[in-house]
Every structure is written in structure tokens, then in C-alpha cells.
């Protein structure tokens, strides 16, 4: 009788402790799960554009395991959102004490240096990025923008063709790219980049003005006009589409592409969208006045450009304020096309 009292007090200590294994190991999964599911509602959050509440969940799997550094990264771009920068800092910190081959922190952190404008150590940071992970196309990508921000424009280059090399289908690039060469004066270049970024699926207001304005620099008149008309088809409240337009129109050297009328039009219409015009709309508003033998507003509303317009301006102004006195209207000096018939 003893020995079977005493087997089944050991039978049932033994199931006891099988279940209260069992316990543990299930409160240990939960709790476990419950970390996984912070970080999961935090990058739910995070994509869904609700950058506070993501904070908070991240926060949460942080205090419940403090070297979680991905939650770190994930709470980073959400302050980076939110633009409290210096926090989003320090958060990548900690994920490179953390984790001193963690590239996503040297590319967040180059990033967060570079909306800081602190563009020297934007581009150490992304440079280690590059480093860890050679063909990092959104790190290639950076380090060109901040290339290019610090004038380095060969160097800006040779990444983003780097960056297109291994992502051909990123718009971006291509964007970026044709805007450095429109910088740099590299017209052509310039109108096959943004070409190829249309092609790309991104016929934007914006992308067409640009192109519009390398093929204007081109002297391609028709082919520039062809462009702001579609940007403004696409926005009708396209400002710089309607700027510039109205600009060809009414100061183009060649007579067969000047429209004085629809330049006066579409500039009466650029400057009716703003309470208050920047001194190229006055200045656009002027040439257009001038153009169809207003010269009184001409000069009025040159002269209110000369008072809003940066130093560097002032020559072009001035030019256009002369000619305007002189009752003539004028004529782009930028552009060496045949010289104008008046």
C-alpha cells in the first residue's frame, strides 16, 4: 500500500511539474509574442502614416526588450516623420552601439544629418553604409543627393548612374540625375533623364515643366511649349508651368513663337492663384504687358520686381525696365537665336 501511495505521489508530483513546465514555457512564448507584436503594431502604424501612435508601440517593445534594434530603426523614422530629428539621432546611436555592422543605422543617421544639413558627416555615415553593403542602392542614392548638395558633381554622378545600374526602374535616379545635369548646363543629358523617368510612369506637372525649360535652353521652342501645355493640361494651377510659358510667349527671340495676348493670359492667371506675387510673377506679368503695348503696367510691375528680386537679378530687371521705358518690349538675352524682328 505504501509503494502505491508513494508511485502515485510521484506520478503526480511528476505531472505538476510537467505542467507547471508547460506554464512557464507558454507565459515565456506569450511574453515573447507579446514583444514581436509591439514591434508588429509599430511598423503597422509606421506604414499607415500614424507616426505618434507607431512611437508609442516601438517604445513599448523597446522597454520590454531593450536591444530590440529594429525597433530602435523603426522608431528613428518615425521621429524622422515627425521631424524631431534629434531624437531620430539618437536612436540610431543606440542601434550602432548596439550592432557597430548595422547598415540601416549608418543610413538612417546619414539621412537624418543630411535634413540637418550637416552634410560632411551625411555623407561619412552613408559612406559606411557603403562599405557594409557595397551596392546599396538606396545608400548610393543618398550619398549623390549629398554629392551634389555639396557641389561634388562628378562625384554625384558616378552614383546615380550607380544607383540606376542596379535599379533601372527607380524614377528617382533619373530625376535626380537629369536635374544635376540641367545644373550643370547638360541640356541633352538632362531631357533624357526626365524623358526616361516619363517613360517610367511619372508624366507629372512638375517632371514636364523641367523638361520643358532644358528644351527651352535648348532653343527646341515648339518642343518646350508642347511641354508646359501638357503640364498645365495635367494642373491647370500649375504655377511654374504658366510662369514659364507665358515667359517664351511674350519674350521669345524668334516672332513665330511669341502669343503676347496668351502670354498676358496665362500670366494674369499664374498670378491670380497667390495673395502675393514673387517678383518673377511681376517680372513675367511685365514682359507680357510690354509684349502686347501695356508699357505703363510694364513698368510698374518691373519696377515692384526690382524691389522683391535678389541681388543677382537686379541686371536682368533692370534690363527689362529699360527696354519697357523705351516703349520696346523684351527679348530673352539668355537665348542666342536669330536676332528679333520688332
Known sequence: MFIVELIMTILGLT??????????????????????????????????????????????AIQKQPENVDAYLGRSHAYIRMNELDKALADC?????????????????GAIYGLKEDYPRSLADTTQCLELQPEYQD???????????LGNTEEALVDFSKAI??????????????????????????????????????STAELLTCRGYAYLKMELFEKAIADYELAIEIDP???????NLAWLLAT???????????????????CEQVDETEWSDSGVLAAAYAEVGQFDDAVRLINEALMKAPEHENITCE????CYENLQPYRDSTLKSSSDEQ
Open 252 to 270: 521669345c527671340p524668334v516672332p513665330e513663337y511669341r502669343d503676347g495676348n496668351r502670354a498676358l493670359a496665362l500670366a494674369l492667371r499664374n
Open 165 to 202: 545600374l542596379l535599379s533601372p526602374s527607380k524614377i528617382d535616379n533619373y530625376i535626380e540625375r537629369g536635374n544635376l545635369f540641367f545644373d550643370t548646363q547638360q541640356y541633352s543629358k538632362a531631357i533624357e533623364d526626365f524623358t526616361q523617368a516619363m517613360k517610367l510612369g511619372d
Open 139 to 149: 545608400a548610393l542614392f543618398n550619398r549623390a543627393c549629398t554629392f551634389s548638395r
Open 15 to 60: 505531472l505538476i511539474g510537467g505542467y507547471l513546465c508547460l506554464l512557464l514555457r507558454w507565459v515565456y512564448c506569450l511574453r515573447r509574442e507579446w514583444r514581436k507584436r509591439y514591434f508588429a503594431q509599430g511598423t503597422r502604424r509606421l506604414h499607415q502614416g500614424k507616426f505618434e501612435a507607431a512611437i508609442a508601440k516601438f517604445t513599448k
Open 93 to 109: 546611436d543606440t542601434v550602432i552601439r548596439l550592432q557597430p555592422t548595422n547598415h540601416f543605422a549608418f543610413l538612417n543617421r
Open 319 to 322: 534690363a527689362q525696365l529699360k
Open 237 to 243: 494651377h500649375a504655377r511654374p508651368a504658366l510662369n
